[in-house]
């Protein structure tokens, strides 16, 4: 009896704690999930929505309920992620565009050549404002979206003011919500965007763990899913800053603008060491197999990946950060047994001393994360140099006119916009589709700067369609009632806001239920429009490829040689920046980190570049190879700066000391010799003389050691990219 009784206790507990710990864990989702800055955006949409359905509800006023809601929806897709000093700006601008864009097809609609005129004109000029910058390009496109709802909706025995000014009501209604929204929490976003930064870093991390501990990795994939993953870090840490400059002269709480800000600062100088390179990863593998060091390394970037994610988390839910108690005991034992392996061993010193500036590297970035620890509970340390970089003032004028002279990105696409437009609405008038304005919506959606966009744009648009239709056709079976479609609806704008920037095909699945809902409620012909949907879907993202494709294509490979160029310009600036550090002593000052950030940026855009010509017809893939192999070297040699200079201190000797100073001006010529390659190719003579004296590696201090051992390596791979650039002339 007694030992039932205990086992029933025991059955007690187990039952209490298994519950305490699921609840715990629904209540970390819960916090996770209302943090998340996408949720936030959905329950935006859904909220507005839900009141714009009481007319319908109320006083039977069905089409304005919906006229509302499409105005909404339009609102939400132009809004950007500005400071609220500027959220009043935007949503003014935003409601003049809207009413211009509806009262000109209202105005135009029933006169076909001088509505075809006036779309084309219109959608040129408001592409156009993408050249003042991203906050105009996403209003301008939610002024082609409200369009186009114009169209669908319009109706000839209808005063033509009465749409219009529905359709801007509902984009003013959730204007005025989402700035209430902001004021709120006016920091949210940049909590999530942080959070996301340092989840990516924590992905690098683990990631470059892969070159410790196996002698069988493949190290040439590791180093390009390392390229790939840099775009990731590289794209978080230009959101952060274009965020944090938004945010610096508005209203808040500037204690808390000054935390987020330093956390921001201290992810850049991770990112500059988990992105540096020492030595030959495979050698130094190969140099200690016999030991269990390359092991450790493994355990400590992997844990380093961790504590950086548990940061990101901290952040997320705005929570103190406090670094793993293990990382500090990992970093201690790792410098011990490297210590005691030396004194056994006695390993050659050109390679155990670019083993030990790793271990010191590494030490650094948990040096970094105490240091974010301690300000998530004392507060900011900022100092004088804690400035972000800002865009030079240009006028509106000269920034119009400097891309319409340059054929620039934005006009190229403003162009094409503008005739795929006119070709569309040609072939609506031709084919005389009924309401087919869904062949110009999927045109807007679809058709991006560059074919490889568009084509990952037109596979997840036919997909998410398609699903769509799947989904919504038995609702509208199940669901005949006004109130449940009503539901249908608001749930699939929060689903479809909610996936709109991670998932834009289960994004597009939404918005088709969306559309489903708003046809059967305005005319009951829901199920009717599944086909024509299906049919306009092809036919819109048809036009949009043909469209990329032939007017005014630029294809990847003719952007090569221009992005590699660009690149190792940023390279050399960055390299005399750290060289200038070495001269008068380490500080992370503003002209330093712009060098710094603006080499990554223009490595990444090399490496966008080869991703996206591998997505080019076959015709078009020219130098795919050699894109590739110039990728993979650039970063390299990116890789080799950063260690130069995550570990600069002052040296003033480097540039004056006999033995040293020739290295430093080989490194300079093979750096300005490869960058000459690319404009005048000189396939003869890649390699380069220079007269050096003996170097005696005993004579060297460690750290001077490791210094000469990263120009080196610079100087060589520099020299790579020379012999691979002067192939790329040839290729027209």
Request: with cysteine; hydrophobic share 45%; aromatic share 12%.
């Given at each position: ?19 305490q710990a699921?609840?715990?864990?629904l209540?970390e989702?819960?916090r ?12 935006r949409?859904l ?25 909404v ?5 132009a809004?950007?992620?500005d ?16 009413l ?8 135009l609609?029933?006169?076909?050549w001088?509505?075809?005129l ?21 209003i ?44 709120i ?74 935390l ?32 269990e ?8 970037i ?38 005691y ?18 271990l010191?590297n ?6 970094l ?12 340390k ?33 162009v ?9 609405y ?31 744009r ?16 038995p609702?509208?079976?199940w ?68 469209t ?17 160029a ?7 600036n ?9 001269r ?21 855009n ?10 080019d017809p ?5 130098l795919?190879?050699e ?16 260690a ?41 003579n ?16 460690p750290e ?7 120009l ?21």
């Amino acid at each position: 009896m007694n030992y039932t009784a205990g086992s029933f206790n025991n059955l007690q507990l187990i039952f209490f704690y298994s519950m305490q710990a699921i609840l715990s864990l629904l209540h970390e989702q819960f916090r996770t999930l209302i943090t998340h800055t996408y949720f936030h955006a959905g329950t935006r949409v859904l909220c507005a929505i839900s009141f714009t359905v009481l007319p319908a509800l109320l006083w039977q006023q069905t089409a304005l309920s919906l006229t509302l809601a499409l105005g909404v929806v339009a609102c939400a897709i132009a809004e950007t992620d500005d400071a609220n000093s500027n959220k009043l700006k935007s949503l003014t601008i935003t409601l003049i565009c809207f009413l211009v864009a509806s009262f000109s097809v209202e105005l135009l609609y029933q006169t076909p050549w001088l509505f075809a005129l006036g779309l084309a004109s219109s959608t040129f000029l408001f592409v156009m404002l993408g050249c003042f910058g991203q906050r105009y390009g996403q209003i301008a496109f939610g002024a082609l979206l409200l369009a186009i709802y114009t169209m669908i909706g319009f109706q000839p025995d209808q005063p033509f003011y009465v749409q219009p000014l529905q359709l801007t009501a509902g984009a003013l209604w959730f204007g005025l919500f989402s700035l209430v929204w902001a004021w709120i929490s006016p920091y949210r976003s940049l909590h999530e965007q942080l959070a996301q930064l340092y989840f990516n870093l924590g992905r690098y991390q683990q990631e470059k763990s892969r070159f410790f501990g196996n002698q069988q990795t493949d190290w040439l994939a590791v180093r390009q899913n390392l390229v790939i993953q840099n775009i990731s870090v590289v794209n978080s840490l230009n959101t952060c800053k274009d965020t944090l400059n938004n945010r610096l002269h508005g209203s808040g709480k500037k204690e808390r603008l000054d935390l987020l800000l330093q956390y921001y600062l201290i992810a850049q100088q991770i990112h500059e060491r988990i992105t540096a390179t020492h030595y030959q990863y495979s050698q130094l593998e190969h140099a200690f197999a016999d030991t269990e060091l390359t092991q450790g390394f493994h355990q400590l970037i992997s844990q380093l990946a961790q504590a950086s994610q548990q940061l990101g988390k901290a952040i997320q839910m705005r929570k103190p950060y406090n670094v793993p108690t293990s990382l500090r005991w990992t970093v201690k034992a790792l410098h011990d047994q490297l210590a005691y392996l030396d004194s056994k061993h006695h390993f050659e010193k050109s390679v155990f001393t670019p083993l030990s500036f790793v271990l010191k590297n590494l030490t650094g970035i948990h040096q970094l994360l105490i240091e974010a620890s301690e300000i998530s509970h004392t507060g900011s340390k900022l100092t004088g140099d804690a400035l972000l970089a800002t865009e030079p003032r240009v006028k509106a004028w000269d920034k119009f006119n400097h891309h319409i002279k340059s054929r620039s990105v934005v006009f190229r696409h403003a162009v094409r916009m503008s005739l795929c437009f006119v070709i569309g609405y040609g072939l609506l008038q031709y084919l005389t589709l009924d309401k087919g304005y869904w062949v110009l919506l999927t045109c807007l959606f679809v058709c991006q700067p560059s074919f490889s966009e568009t084509r990952k744009r037109l596979i997840q648009r036919v997909v998410g369609t398609l699903i769509g239709v799947a989904i919504g056709f038995p609702l509208l079976y199940w669901l005949p009632s006004l109130y449940g479609q009503f539901f249908i609806l608001a749930l699939s704008a929060f689903f479809f806001f909610t996936y709109l920037k991670t998932n834009y095909s289960v994004a597009v699945t939404f918005i088709t239920l969306f559309v489903m809902m708003v046809f059967n409620l305005l005319s009951g012909t829901g199920l009717e429009v599944v086909l024509p949907r299906i049919q306009e879907t092809l036919l819109g993202c048809l036009l949009a490829v043909l469209t990329v494709s032939f007017i005014l294509p630029e294809w990847q490979y003719k952007r090569v040689p221009k992005l590699l160029a660009l690149s190792l310009q940023a390279n050399l600036n960055y390299f005399e920046h750290v060289i200038e550090q070495y001269r008068e002593g380490k500080q992370e000052s503003l002209p330093y980190r712009v060098a710094r950030r603006e080499a990554h940026i223009a490595d990444i855009n090399l490496a966008s570049a080869w991703q996206n010509m591998l997505i080019d017809p076959g015709s078009k893939r020219k130098l795919v190879k050699e894109s590739y192999a110039l990728t993979n070297r650039n970063n390299a040699l990116l890789a080799y700066i950063s260690a130069l200079a995550a570990h600069r201190s002052q040296f003033s000797e480097l540039e004056t000391r006999p033995d040293l100073a020739p290295i430093l001006a080989l490194t300079r010529k093979a750096l300005n010799k490869a960058l000459q390659s690319i404009t005048t190719p000189d396939c003869e003579n890649t390699q380069i003389e220079a007269q050096l004296p003996p170097l005696k590696i005993t004579e060297l201090t460690p750290e001077q050691l490791a210094i000469v051992q990263q120009l080196q390596l610079i100087a060589n791979t520099a020299t790579d990219i020379q012999a691979l650039a002067c192939h790329i002339g040839k290729v027209k």
